[in-house]
């Protein structure tokens, strides 16, 4: 695919690993839709970066949690562009859970941000990417899904469920939409 002058969605794109990914596609000529949920101010910094690399960003806000928001936004994405050629489901949460002590709420909110938020974008995205002319789904997953830690059960479960729902994209979608997905191991801790 030749990028100069794609569009990507990046969710998680304000700060940390997701903006690192925002910049690095700016820089190869990609213009920006950027999600955030509550990360505002880091996120209109990053869309400064991105602009000052000649580069268009446009900031869309959402609950990954939240399905009238993610199709709200999805619905904001091609109000900005004509298409989106990329889309990189990088946003997560992250904690520890004991299993001694996780809540049902924990399950819930780290499940639906991490595995149903892709999910939803993935669909309304996805199935326009495959009606037009193709394009990537990038789901930023971790090598916790294969092998998880000990007290962050849901978070391992939500990103196993991740990898499983890319293979699931690579067929559904194929053959003019690849999904791919990347299993890291801790790449960038939280502050906390």
Known sequence: ??????????TGGAKRVGKEIAL???????????HYHTSESEAHKTAEEI????????????????????????????????SVDVLINSASLFYKTPFKTVQESDWDKLIDTNLKGPFILSKEIGNKM?????????????????????DYAPYCVSKGGLITLTKSLARDLAPKVQANAIAPGPVLLPPD
């Not at 695919?1 to 990046?10: N, R, W």
């Not at 193709?134 to 092998?147: F, Q, V």
Request: charged share 30%.
């Open 1 to 10: 695919m030749e990028l100069k002058g794609k569009i990507a969605l990046v």
């Open 24 to 34: 690095a596609l700016a820089r190869k000529g990609i213009h920006l839709l950027l």
């Open 51 to 82: 602009k000052s690399l000649g580069a268009r960003c446009q900031l869309l806000r959402a609950d990954l949690a939240k399905t009238e928001e993610l199709l709200k936004m999805a619905q904001e994405a091609y109000h900005h562009e004509k």
């Open 130 to 150: 495959a009606e037009g002319s193709g394009g990537k789904i990038i789901n930023i997953a971790d090598w916790s899904g294969i092998r998880p830690y000990k």
